[in-house]
């Protein structure tokens, strides 16, 4: 019994050291979404007469510091960065430039503060202290927002200026106080005194606190005064059975202005300059200018000195930065080297444009590959050199058999004279707003019109069409298209015979045929837009790239965007101030600013055979909230809690569509719905709304 007990005890140990073998590792409890939270700092905050160069900041958790460089900002701007470091749960800032009497100090940490474990990111967090017996409370909000694109420019500086308002500031002296935009553009300037100020946006990158005509910029037109003031909020509290119980009133402080636009871009300023020169193959020189010239560059041959007067034939583009000389000299093509003095438009010192003259070789050196083709070749044509003085010499001893004969008459047969092929760009189905189109290897010299003959297919049958446009050059004379419209559900031939196209070189092309059938109108949908808005204006189809598809200009109000395939589309339109028909940036020193972008705010789905009329006021919609996500680039940050509730909803499937959510304005930025416009228009639209 004995032996039986310790045998019932030892199987008892054991099945007890299994169960605890498979114990599971304990459950941390629910997510941690909870940011960090501070426990106290060294200054405190709002502290007055503080000395020593040192913050130190502590938290409820261990912190780290992420993106410091793009999201922290220090006013004062200072020359010499401070050194921000976490320490465990600290964070720590050491000023390295001397601390200023009386003066406001505050450092913006926007979201970079997060804790360690989950990355929960402390929002908006900034610390201020005073040097001085008094601390600056003032602060200035607002928006950036990129003016062609409606793009939040994100972690852009915003700064202001209060000992110099004129308009050299800008572009000389640091900002003297800063801040950054949050990922929604977004902007708090704070530790503000009371007075006049100019403000701006900044992409700082030359990282001098100033701009730089190269750099993106904003500016505000008006001198811009800080305020405070209070405002009385009302709440009702009802019971469970829906009476009144009670009215609460509650009052707030109201920093103002807060709801500032600054519409940030690029004056599009390059200095003009040689940028490159190639010789991109034996018969083609490359000249790369740095941008737009407003006149051509002359090219002048040193050597070799024996060459025709009209040696090139030119490939270029409107902007004359980017052009091609096509040799037409053979002197020229078979140059190793050819010496060009180069005159061409420069920026000076000045900048102005002055003409400037540089010598450039143009070098040819062949690869391994070209060099030991050409001997192959060379060595083909010497052995068959020489087999055709065997065979003449057989033949005038009549000696050649049949078959030496054959091989004779062969190689006395002239050589099939080189052409070049033409390719075809339209497609075998194209659409009602397109043109029969062709691109070309080499420039064109000649195309003769009687070599081209358009057709056009009715009951199965090829009929000719009389008086048909010539042929036109496109995109730099290596593109030619028919100018004429194309009428739907009608086939189309172009042929363009052998021998009726002459390239630069003397060469023919072989026959080209391009056979097309237009679509039926009932494929497209038909688009109108009312707006109330000036002729001088255009409306911008786009797509899920938010890349250009269609342009049209607002006539009486209206724009009609007729014949578009079905799809998705996304709609803006650019007040066009000059009328010349494209999106012009502005100039700060001119003080213009860039013209007025706006987008229609929903995703329009169109269907084949749909007509869509469509009203558009371009004010309804806050600025900021005006680009449908889908095609903004520049998105905001999630927290974390957000996106786990998001995810809740959607797995429960009670979220709405995104395009469909919040439509219109509930997260519009400022105190009311924004107009967006520069010249004081948004006071004037809030009132008549």
Request: net charge negative; with cysteine.
């Amino acid at each position: 019994m004995r032996g039986l007990a310790h045998i019932v005890t030892m199987l008892l140990v054991t099945v007890m050291l299994a169960a605890c073998a498979n114990i599971g590792s304990p459950e941390g409890g629910p997510r941690d979404y909870t940011p960090p939270r501070v426990l106290k700092s060294s200054p405190e905050a709002g502290a007055l007469n503080v000395k020593g160069n040192k913050v130190e900041i502590t938290f409820n958790e261990i912190v780290n510091i992420k993106d410091q460089m793009k999201k922290v900002s220090v006013s004062p701007v200072q020359k010499d960065q401070p050194i921000i470091k976490s320490l465990g749960k600290k964070i720590v800032v050491e000023f390295r430039d001397d601390m200023l009497p009386n003066t406001t100090y505050t450092i913006d940490f926007s979201n970079s503060i997060e804790d360690n474990n989950e990355g929960n990111q402390l929002d908006g967090y900034a610390f201020s202290f005073s040097t001085g017996d008094q601390i600056d409370t003032l602060r200035i909000a607002g928006i950036v927002l990129r003016a062609r694109d409606l793009e939040p420019m994100q972690h852009v500086l915003v700064g202001a200026y209060s000992q110099c308002l004129d308009d050299t500031a800008f572009t000389r002296l640091p900002m003297e106080r800063i801040t950054r935009t949050n990922s929604r553009g977004e902007f708090t300037l704070m530790g503000l005194k009371p007075g006049r100020y100019r403000v701006f946006a900044l992409n700082d990158m030359d990282g001098d606190y100033h701009m730089a005509r190269t750099e993106d910029y904003a500016f505000i037109d008006t001198v811009i005064e800080p305020t405070v003031g209070t405002y009385t909020s009302t709440d009702t509290i009802f019971t469970f059975d829906r009476r009144v119980d009670s009215v609460m009133t509650a009052s707030h402080t109201a920093f103002l202005p807060n709801d500032l636009l600054l519409s940030m871009m690029n004056e599009e300023y390059q200095s003009l300059y040689l940028k490159k020169t190639e010789r991109t193959s034996p018969a083609k020189l490359h000249v790369l200018m740095s941008t737009v010239s407003p006149q051509l560059p002359r090219l002048d041959i040193i050597s070799p000195a024996n060459h025709e007067q009209d040696w090139y034939a030119l490939q270029g583009t409107a902007r004359n930065d980017s052009l091609f000389y096509w040799l037409t000299d053979s002197t020229l093509i078979k140059a190793d080297s050819i010496k060009v003095a180069l005159t061409y438009l420069r920026t000076d010192s000045t900048d102005a444009l002055s003409w400037k003259t540089d010598t450039v070789i143009f070098w040819h050196r062949k690869s391994g590959d070209e060099i030991k083709q050409e001997q192959e070749a060379k060595k083909e044509r010497e052995q068959l050199e020489k087999r055709l003085r065997q065979l003449e010499q057989k033949e005038s001893q009549g000696k050649l058999d049949e078959e030496e004969l054959e091989e004779l008459k062969a190689a006395r047969r002239p050589k099939p004279v080189p052409t070049f092929k033409l390719e075809a760009v339209t497609k075998a189905t194209c659409e009602v707003y397109d043109t029969i189109t062709f691109a070309t290897p080499v420039p064109l010299a000649h195309i003769d019109p009687a070599g081209v003959r358009l057709e056009v297919k009715t009951d199965s049958v090829w009929h000719p069409v009389a008086d048909f446009p010539a042929l036109v050059p496109v995109a730099g004379g290596m593109t030619y298209q028919l100018p004429m419209r194309l009428e739907p559900e009608h086939a189309y031939r172009l042929t363009v015979d052998s021998l009726a196209v002459t390239s630069i070189y003397g060469l023919h092309n072989d026959t080209l045929k391009i056979e097309t059938k237009v679509k039926a109108l009932e494929e497209y949908a038909n688009l109108l837009f009312n707006l109330d808005v000036s002729d001088s204006a255009f409306v911008q189809l786009l797509d899920g790239s938010d890349q250009v598809k269609r342009t049209v200009q607002v006539v009486a109000g209206k724009a009609d965007l007729d014949n578009v395939p079905p799809g998705t589309y996304y709609v803006r339109v650019i007040l066009d101030r000059n009328g010349n028909g494209r999106w012009d940036t502005g100039n700060y020193l001119q003080h213009i600013q860039p013209e007025e972008v706006y987008y229609f705010p929903k995703p329009l789905k169109l269907r084949r055979n749909w007509d869509v009329d469509q009203s558009w006021n371009i004010y309804q919609t806050p600025l900021n909230l005006q680009k449908p996500e889908a095609i903004k680039k520049n998105k905001p940050e999630e927290s974390k809690n957000k996106l786990e509730k998001a995810s809740k909803k959607k797995r429960s499937g009670t979220e709405e569509d995104e395009e469909e959510e919040d439509e219109f304005n509930s997260r519009g930025f400022g105190n009311s719905t924004y107009s967006g416009n520069k010249y004081d228009d948004y006071q004037r639209n809030r009132r008549n709304r």
